[in-house]
Structures are given as C-alpha cells and as structure tokens.
C-alpha cells in the first residue's frame, strides 16, 4: 500500500508533460512504481517516425493527431490521478505546452485529481485551481508512503 497525500492505496498514475522532459518523467515513473503504483507515460512515437523520414508531411500531421487524441482519450480516464511533471530552470517558470493543457483540460473534465510536481509558476489556471504541488521527484517518498 502507498500513501498519495493522505489516500493509503495504490494508485493508477497518469503523468503529463512535454515531450522534453520524458527522461525525467521515466525516472519519476519508475520511484513510483517502486512505491507500488501503476504508471502511465506518453512515448515521443513522432519523433521516431520522423527520423525515418518515409512519411509524407499531411500523413505525419494525421498519425501525430491520432496519437495525441488517443492518449488522451486513453490515458487520462484510465487514471486515479494526473501528476504534471514539467519542470522550468531556475530563472523561469515551468513550460505548459499546447498536449500538456490538453491532457490537464482532459483531466479536469473527467474530474481527476490534479497534481503537480514542480512548482508552477505563473500559471494561472494550475493557480486557480489549487493544484498540489509535490516538491520535486525528492518529495516523492513523503507523499507516497508504504
């Protein structure tokens, strides 16, 4: 059993992100994991399609759509809860791109628990909403507890 800010049981994780933070969201999968929970994290399928370069452009345009559209549409329901992995450098706030306010849309209207792991920043609607923020992939062991 883990602990996720005061709920004792394992949970089914989505993490959302831009794509130039995948290495760190599979690090931050992977101590989830180790504390019992099922994770979720998008893979940059499109940028390995685009390295063979063997599709036209309209065709790459329609396989990337597909890709967001069913992750989402996946991903996000499949979850307990979403956890926005973006991290900004010191000296500005977290980058929130066009599939990462789509994921967070989605998980807002499927009324999913919403949390960050960074702080956000300026953003206004994480603000507005309250959105948790955890601490960083060190915080992750005293909000999941065994």
Known sequence: ???WLGTKK??????????????????VAQKLEELGH????????IKELKEKEVLD?????????????????RAIPWADAV???????PEQESYIGANTWAEFGAAVSHRKRIYSLYEY????ELSALKIPIVGGIE????????
């Open 57 to 73: 452009e309209p065709t790459m345009i329609r396989i990337h759509q597909w890709l967001v559209y069913s992750w989402i549409d």
């Open 10 to 27: 394992p949970m089914k994780l989505t993490l959302i992100l831009s794509m130039r933070h995948k290495d760190h969201a599979i690090e």
């Open 139 to 146: 915080a992750l062991g005293q909000h999941f507890t065994a």
């Open 1 to 3: 059993m883990a602990e």
């Open 83 to 89: 956890l926005i992995i973006n991290k900004g450098h």
């Open 38 to 45: 099922e994770v979720k994290v998008p893979m940059d399928s």
């Open 121 to 124: 920043g300026k953003q206004e």
